[in-house]
């Protein structure tokens, strides 16, 4: 199974470039449809991580994928699930 992979850790403090790749990422995994997108944010405090949750319950973007999976064995991981077409 294809999957897009997007660590975070390089830009965790520039909310512009995390916005901007995120949305990158996705509309990748649209375009070329890819079922899964692996996104990195980290452990750190948590805040990267709910700024990127944040980000995924927007309705524009929500409409795009099917479900985001938490990773039960490391927190500082999520794995967004795209629909089939």
């Known amino acids: ?3 897009l992979k997007l ?5 965790f403090n520039k909310g ?3 916005d901007a790749e ?3 990422v996705i509309n990748e995994a649209v375009d070329k449809g890819i079922k899964l997108v ?3 944010p980290g452990k750190g405090s948590g805040q ?4 990127v949750l944040r980000f995924l319950e927007q309705k524009q973007i929500k409409t795009l994928y099917h479900r985001i999976e ?3 064995k490391n927190w500082g991981r999520l794995f967004v699930h ?3 077409k």
């Open 48 to 51: 990267l991580k709910k700024k």
């Open 7 to 11: 660590d975070l850790h390089d830009i």
């Open 1 to 3: 199974m294809a999957k």
């Open 70 to 72: 938490k990773d039960s």
């Open 38 to 40: 692996e996104i990195i």
């Open 82 to 84: 795209f629909k089939k």
């Open 16 to 18: 512009k470039s995390i």
């Open 22 to 24: 995120l949305t990158r």
